[in-house]
């Protein structure tokens, strides 16, 4: 069996077998659909066991994204599960197609009739492109969930908390003139540098407001990328760079904005001609589930792990907009997606469908 399933793509393939696997099971599915904008099918596919859709609110779900990053067309195994020393190859090994499997056995696995309380399976779209398919399912809530453990490669640590992820693009204006002339014109790469000298001031005043569970443990900002200018001698008529940030998820994700704004203000209030926009295109929030919630004190016990935090994004977020307390846990580690030579543990894998046979049954029993 071999699906290739990168974002760019249609999951309509990836969907259909689940779906078959799960209607093999007697599990009720539901599909919530939408086009992206290269016009391709984008399906999130809901299974639930012990209700149907007429009852949608469950005790448990379980949460893997269908999609994975795109592979190098050299690296064969990227769509050729290769096993080799107890590791499992291929794209989307550890990235989160271990983790599906593991529900799916775990699934298969289990007696069913005998569950008190309905369990669900979301497999969602599009999360490695920023998290879209869960971000629609937020949207039109399909179901409740009381808990929700969503699968990304966490080498089977209880995450029970992760930061946001905020992005926006500023864009500064200047007036090109030929550069022996400074007068004539005025530089938008010198304004772009006054206004990244005052981010790395609000950088270092985000360090005031503490999570201590993070490492690090408060908001990070970062520009990445700057572009501007057209020449050597010629003053910069624009000059572009990106901004990103980490919210910690007690910080709302307009903190940062509100104190970039407000340096903008202070430029244009030194230079009055000064002129800059900010298109703003991402604000997903973090997520924060208690330590002492039930789910995270039943997958410490079972995994052994003290749970922990990430600074990477999940759709953790959005499965507490769906009313549920979120734990990520998956095999494999994140250091390994993302690459070529991805790989899931065997060991780990088998480990992880232990885990959620567990939760399901501690839980909906
Ligand atoms: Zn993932």
Request: glycine content about 8%.
């Amino acid at each position: 069996m071999k699906i290739d399933s990168v974002s760019s793509r249609s999951n309509a393939e990836i969907v259909d077998y689940l779906e078959r696997r799960c209607e093999a099971l007697n599990l009720k599915t539901q599909r919530y659909s939408y086009r992206d904008e290269a016009g391709s099918d984008k399906i999130n596919l809901i299974a639930l066991a012990g209700t149907d859709f007429s009852n949608t609110q469950v005790e448990l779900a379980l949460v893997g994204h269908t999609d994975t990053v795109p592979y190098d067309p050299n690296w064969s195994e990227a769509t050729n599960l290769t096993e080799r020393d107890g590791k499992l190859y291929g794209r989307g090994s550890c990235d989160t197609k271990g983790f599906i499997a593991a529900a799916l056995s775990a699934v298969e696995t289990l007696d069913l009739a005998r569950l008190n309380k309905p369990l669900a399976l979301i497999f969602t779209a599009d999360e490695e492109i920023g998290l879209r398919g869960a971000k629609y399912l937020a949207r039109i809530k399909p179901l409740r969930a009381r808990y929700s453990i969503v699968g990304e490669p966490t080498s089977l640590q209880p995450i029970r908390a992760g930061k946001g992820y905020s992005l926006a693009e500023v864009i500064v204006k200047g007036r090109e003139a030929h550069s022996a002339y400074p007068a004539l014109g005025a530089s938008a790469v010198f304004r772009a540098a006054r206004l990244i000298h005052r981010l790395e001031t609000i950088a270092e005043q985000l360090r005031d407001d503490e999570h201590p569970a993070f490492d690090p443990p408060y908001t990070t900002l970062n520009v990445g990328v700057v572009h501007g200018g057209t020449a050597k001698n010629v003053l910069a008529g624009e000059c572009r760079f990106t901004l990103e940030w980490r919210p910690v998820p007690t910080q709302p994700s307009e903190r940062v904005l509100h104190l970039f704004n407000a340096a903008i203000a202070a430029e244009r209030q030194a230079d009055p001609t000064f002129a800059c926009e900010v298109d703003a295109s991402r604000a997903d929030s973090g997520f924060e589930t208690a330590p002492d919630s039930p789910l995270i004190k039943l997958l410490e016990q079972a995994t052994g792990l003290e749970s922990g935090t990430v600074a990477f994004g999940t759709e953790g977020a959005q499965m507490q907009a769906l009313g549920s307390e979120p734990v990520v846990l998956g095999p494999g580690d994140i250091r390994e997606a993302h690459r070529t030579g991805e790989f899931v543990p065997v060991a780990e894998l088998e480990q992880c469908t232990e885990i959620l046979k567990h939760a399901v049954e501690q839980l909906c029993a």
